[in-house]
């Protein structure tokens, strides 16, 4: 346990706090999947979610139509304030590309489309559903940095399951690849500083002021929690940014090839990364980049084997420089921003966007499409 400051406010867990925080004035935004839906730790997230009485849930669904009907039913044995949100209906889809914001979908295509809705209210978090470990005391913590004088909060923790240490895509490439990146950059760069401050840069659960929520732009897929960061180093910057101890987490595991697996994860994330050092002036040697990042990952293997070996945890050294190997291919310079617009510079309303999900739902047509 310690209690050092980074150059963004680091708020830690001395003893299972559980802050006093603004819920009531907050939207939570929970992203689903068909595969998501009936899951104990699915239903342990929203049960607990019942218990908080926030202002709002909403859940922006990514699932086929046969799958809808039962989502649906189930999410309404919850006591709570909940909107679904369904991504993927065909009346969303045909209105989204009216407006030529159609395109791929993913994880960050749905939080997009849940944000504008969110915005709302004066707060809003965003967490996943499939945490094992999610209690009642994680929406306060990421809240309350908010009543104080931040807009944007993230957490951090421990991703450590069966003895053995997780959180593979960011022990083993966003953070080796930050210090090849801060090593090329010899006189420093303030975004780099700013991502380097987060202790776990990539993790799901952040939260943020509506106003904040309105200015972000949020790549479609895996690039969310890096391009959110971008938008945040922007808007909030280090004064207005917090991280919070979430002590242990725990979610469901990927595999690192295949896809959906972690290789392919790298190379969403990569592409909204070098995306978002570009457009702040900082534009890597990608000829080098790689070798760097190899060497730096190489050195951070030594420390988690050390690390493990400590607390006598289980440690695969091999299979740890083999996912490098892997994540190293995904350093190659960007091809396209798939980042979507802040929501505050769109001509599309928040509640058209639900009336066509809703007409998905009923199949009956709400309001005229605009």
């Not at 299972?16 to 935004?29: C, E, L, M």
């Not at 993927?88 to 209105?95: F, R």
């Not at 180093?233 to 242990?248: I, K, M, P, S």
Request: charged share 25%; aromatic share 10%.
């Amino acid at each position: 346990m310690e209690y050092v400051q980074e150059r963004i406010a680091t708020l830690h867990d001395y003893d299972g706090v559980s802050p006093a925080a603004p819920v009531d004035r907050a939207s939570v935004i929970v992203p689903l999947t068909a595969r998501d839906y009936g899951s104990v730790a699915t239903e342990r997230v929203f049960r607990t979610l019942a218990s908080l009485s926030p202002e709002r849930v909403i859940v922006p669904l990514r699932a086929d139509p046969a799958a809808v009907h039962d989502v649906r039913e189930w999410l309404a044995e919850f006591d709570l304030p909940l909107t679904l949100l369904w991504c993927t209906a065909p009346e969303l889809g045909a209105l989204l590309a009216n407006h030529d914001l159609n395109g791929e979908t993913g994880k960050g295509r749905d939080v997009w489309l849940a944000l504008g809705l969110a915005a709302e209210s004066d707060y809003v978090v965003v967490h996943d559903a499939d945490a094992t470990t999610y209690d009642e005391t994680t929406v306060p913590r990421l809240l309350f940095p908010l009543s104080r004088e931040y807009s944007f909060s993230k957490a951090y923790y421990a991703r450590i399951e069966n003895q053995q240490l997780y959180g593979r895509l960011f022990r083993l490439f966003v953070r080796p690849l930050l210090l090849a990146l801060q090593e090329q950059r010899k006189q420093g760069a303030e975004l780099l500083s700013y991502l380097s401050a987060f202790r776990y840069t990539l993790s799901g659960e952040f939260a943020m002021t509506g106003s904040l929520a309105k200015k972000l732009r949020i790549p479609r897929g895996w690039g969310l929690e890096i391009g959110t960061l971008g938008d945040a180093y922007t808007h909030a910057g280090f004064d207005g940014t917090a991280q919070v101890d979430l002590g242990r987490h725990q979610h469901e595991h990927r595999p690192v090839e295949g896809d959906g697996g972690l290789g392919n994860m790298a190379h969403e994330v990569g592409e909204t990364f070098y995306t978002v050092l570009e457009e702040h002036g900082i534009t890597p040697d990608y000829d080098t980049l790689s070798s760097q990042y190899q060497r730096c990952a190489r050195a951070l293997i030594e420390q988690y084997e050390a690390d493990a070996a400590f607390n006598d945890f289980t440690f695969n050294k091999e299979r740890e420089l083999n996912q490098v190997s892997l994540y190293a291919e995904a350093i190659t310079p960007p091809t396209k921003d798939t980042r979507l617009p802040a929501w505050e510079e769109v001509s599309l309303s928040p509640e058209t966007v639900l009336a066509r999900s809703q007409e998905g739902l009923t199949g009956k047509q709400t309001q005229p499409q605009r």
